[in-house]
């Protein structure tokens, strides 16, 4: 039986697309947009952000070394958290329904800037129970011990946990610590997921 639903947050509740911020560094620096990925890609300055072991000051000063960028950290945060888009994939509505009867357990890979952004301009998050996030617990997924972590926030066994994420290698992780999981696709997708594993919830 299904006692805790454990969402990822990006891709599944909320949309992103990193073209938009890297379209923004290119104006500012003339560094081509399909450039810029590369050039961060080749350092390890965002998985160290995203374990909590770089602070957001100096994540945004190596950042903007790395690529000639000069602005602001208010103005860098902006632009950084530009990725993020209005319409959640999960409409907030089954969350609270799911809530209302289940824990609720948000598991994601994030770091300080982008989180702070999210907490400000999607209260849907309200309805979980719990946040696992990669920068507080200095691991990312797919390590096991985000996946422990995400187990003992649920407060139950791993079978009784179902979880779902946009990226296979992720569910496949979580299902390697004995968790429910299934890639995420639709937001009518993980309701049949939820209602064949016998959940219930009022419908609005």
Not at 26 to 36: K, S
Request: proline content about 5%.
């Amino acid at each position: 039986m299904i006692r805790t639903v454990i969402f990822d947050l990006g891709r599944v509740i909320v949309p992103f697309d990193f073209a938009r911020a890297y379209e923004r560094v290119e104006r500012l620096t003339g560094i081509p947009a399909a450039e810029i990925p590369v050039r961060i890609g080749a350092t390890d300055l965002v998985q160290r952000f995203e374990s909590g072991l770089i602070e957001p000051a100096d994540f945004v000063d190596e950042f903007s070394r790395q690529l000639g960028l000069s602005i602001t950290y208010a103005e860098f945060c902006e632009l950084w958290s530009c990725i993020f888009l209005p319409e959640t994939l999960i409409p907030e509505s089954l969350l609270a329904a799911l809530a209302a009867r289940y824990r609720l357990v948000l598991l994601s890979n994030t770091n300080a800037i982008h989180f702070e952004m999210i907490r400000d301009n999607y209260p849907l998050l309200r309805h979980f129970h719990a946040l696992v996030l990669s920068y507080e617990v200095g691991a990312m997924k797919p390590a096991p011990a985000i996946y422990q972590r995400a187990i003992q926030a649920a407060g139950c066994l791993p079978a009784e946990c179902f979880f779902t994420d946009d990226i296979a290698a992720y569910v496949d992780a979580a299902k390697g610590q004995g968790i429910d999981a299934v890639q995420f696709r639709s937001a009518a997708q993980i309701e049949a997921e939820l209602r064949a594993r016998g959940l219930e919830w009022d419908s609005e």
